[in-house]
């Protein structure tokens, strides 16, 4: 059985169309969609972060408003780009806001992505260190974040506040989170990093490399070399995976409208150039319930997956993908051998 989530940018503009006019919006239809997914038999409610754009940005309120308004399904990131975040302040929100979903927190974070800003971090104090490149200022903070919410002491005690002089931990702490941090990964070189770091594993529908072969093979080969990296690193246990895609299924007149033409259009990879090299963008999975089923079933990478993470197009409002996620879970889900 695969976990079904779904995965929002959290998109907001005020043009013809949208339903998410202002961050206002898209930040209460995201919550509101949470417990739209938890009713429709949904496992998980994930949110993008992108900095400098008009998309969500802040995830930890975000996070603990779903948490407030759910029972039962994760609540995540996809992802949190390590970059821009102090690591101390960072592991305090994630342990309260895992405290409040009662440890239902799935924390994904990554290097990053390409975005609007140049050297965007830099704007919020973060800048590498000499010699370092951004990447490893990010796994620096990585780093820290991971001891700190283990409860490894972070600061020196002040004696007469403390009566001791050891380092103090962050507070507050929540058991069990540092199990379910994610690594987004777009490569199977970051894929064998991750492994060896003993982090679950997030991959989306965007690899930064391309050998040639279908997207969800590469996907594929690339979670094989995470596996092989945490068993070789002696790790307990197996870490997780989770894949991102994009699926609509052509149930309603609506999504016919919206969607029909895509099916023509994206039914397959795409390759391009991101950040100075070759980049491959998996396809989009449109069509007939049944039809997206079997080729879903067929996906490589999908079928190694323990979580299955649907981009909805969230200007669309909460109504139209409450029923997109209901005719996956329903209709796609059992067909494609997840239910």
């Known amino acids: 059985m695969k976990k079904i989530g779904f995965l929002s940018f959290g998109h907001y503009q005020d043009v013809p169309g949208s339903l998410t006019p202002t961050a206002g919006d898209a930040l209460l239809q995201a919550i509101d969609l949470a417990v739209a997914a938890e009713e429709v038999g949904a496992d998980g409610a994930f949110v993008r972060v992108h900095h400098f754009a008009p998309q969500q940005a802040s995830p930890f309120p975000l996070l603990a408003a779903m948490a407030a308004r759910t029972k039962r399904i994760d609540l995540g990131t996809g992802v949190i780009d390590m970059r821009y975040e102090n690591p101390l302040y960072m592991a305090e929100e994630a342990a309260a806001t895992d405290l409040i979903s009662g440890g239902r927190l799935q924390l994904g974070i990554s290097r990053g992505s390409p975005e609007p800003a140049l050297r965007g971090a830099e704007s919020f104090g973060y800048v590498p260190g000499e010699g370092q490149t951004d990447a490893d200022m990010a796994r620096h903070h990585t780093d820290v974040f991971r001891a700190a919410i283990i409860g490894r002491g972070m600061a020196p005690a002040n004696p007469e506040m403390t009566g001791h002089r050891g380092l103090l931990p962050i507070e507050p702490q929540s058991p069990g989170l540092s199990d379910r941090i994610w690594w987004g990964s777009g490569t199977r070189a970051t894929a064998k990093w991750t492994g060896e770091q003993g982090m679950n594993l997030m991959s ?105 993470l649907v981009t909805v197009p969230n200007q669309l409002g909460v109504d139209y993908n409450a029923a997109l996620l209901e005719n996956i879970v329903k209709l796609v889900a059992p067909d494609a051998g997840w239910r």
């Open 204 to 308: 989306s529908t965007l690899l930064t490399e391309d050998t040639g072969v279908p997207f969800d093979e590469l996907q594929a080969e690339q979670i094989h070399v995470y596996k092989e990296a945490w068993k070789a690193a002696g790790h307990p246990g197996q870490g997780k995976v989770s894949v991102s895609r994009s699926i609509i299924p052509l149930v309603s007149d609506a999504d016919r409208r919206y969607f029909g033409v895509r099916a023509q259009v994206e039914g397959r990879d795409q390759v391009g150039r991101l950040e100075g090299g070759l980049a491959r963008f998996g396809r989009s999975y449109v069509g007939e319930p049944d039809v997206i089923a079997k080729e879903l079933a067929a996906d490589a990478a999908v079928q190694l997956a323990d979580t299955v």
